[in-house]
């Protein structure tokens, strides 16, 4: 199956991070342990509990990691629209940040599925 590093979900979970770190690094400085150091924490999140999941003995141990990780997309979407309601962002940053957090998403849910099948069809 190969490791982790070779997961498309966890590559793009890299780029997100570090669009994520890139782009709170303009935020305003009295954000910088409020909304800016909660969506470093969330971006980073997403490629770590991917990585901490396939570090795990179980089957099921890793769908669980990986729904962290999906958590941590969730939160970092709805603190990119906090972002860009207070227009600490713009528009095609939000878009552009905002689309390749969704194909995470879908990427996460696809390998979530396809790990519960594997579980299913073992029992």
Request: proline share 2%.
């Amino acid at each position: 199956m190969g490791t982790y590093r070779d997961l498309l979900a966890w590559q793009k979970g890299i780029k997100l991070a570090k669009a994520v770190y890139q782009l709170t690094a303009n935020y305003p400085l009295d954000e910088r342990f409020g909304l800016s150091n909660q969506m470093r924490r969330c971006a980073v999140s997403i490629p770590s509990n991917i990585a901490e999941g396939f570090g795990r003995s179980s089957n099921k141990e890793l769908i669980q990691f990986l729904y962290i990780s999906l958590g941590s997309s969730n939160e970092l979407d709805t603190q990119l629209t906090i972002s860009y309601e207070l227009s600490y962002i713009s528009g095609n940053q939000f878009q552009e940040i905002g689309k390749l957090n969704c194909e995470v998403s879908k990427m996460l849910q696809s390998l979530i599925y396809r790990r519960k099948d594997g579980l299913d069809s073992n029992s």
